[in-house]
């Protein structure tokens, strides 16, 4: 996996239970106190929020899942949150060839590795506070 903050590229090399990659703060609809992903991320910062969950295994996924119930996922020793402009994720050896896009999975079907970068401004909404 390569993450891009500004010119420089960082590669990270090894085993990652998740690759999660935010370009905003996101409240499920479920309630006040519902968990919350990326808690750092803002939609007009010009970066994309990665949080890294390295190792594997079913008993690592269990502790993510129940810390992020109570939004403490951030404070696991496991767990990297980094800004970053622009991420490209390479899966080799017998990794799984998909990708969960939005609750959708995307198959990489002769696909080398997946991007994830932000746009320009593509639009502006108007409205009054």
Not at 103 to 114: I, N, S, T
Request: hydrophobic share 40%; proline share 5%; with cysteine.
């Amino acid at each position: 996996m390569d993450s891009s903050t500004g010119d420089n590229w960082v590669t990270m090399k090894g085993e990652f239970l998740g690759i999660l990659v935010c370009n905003h703060f996101c409240k499920p609809a479920q309630g006040l106190f519902s968990p919350v992903v990326a808690p750092k991320a803002q939609h007009d910062d010009g970066s994309l929020d990665l949080i890294l969950v390295h190792g594997s295994g079913r008993l690592r996924l269990f502790c993510f899942f129940v810390a992020y119930q109570f939004c403490w996922h951030l404070l696991l020793p496991f767990v990297e949150y980094v800004k970053v402009k622009q991420v490209n994720v390479r899966p080799v050896g017998s990794t799984h060839s998909g990708c969960g896009v939005d609750g959708e999975l995307l198959q990489a079907e002769g696909q080398p590795e997946w991007q994830c970068s932000l746009l320009p401004v593509q639009g502006r909404l108007l409205g009054r506070h």
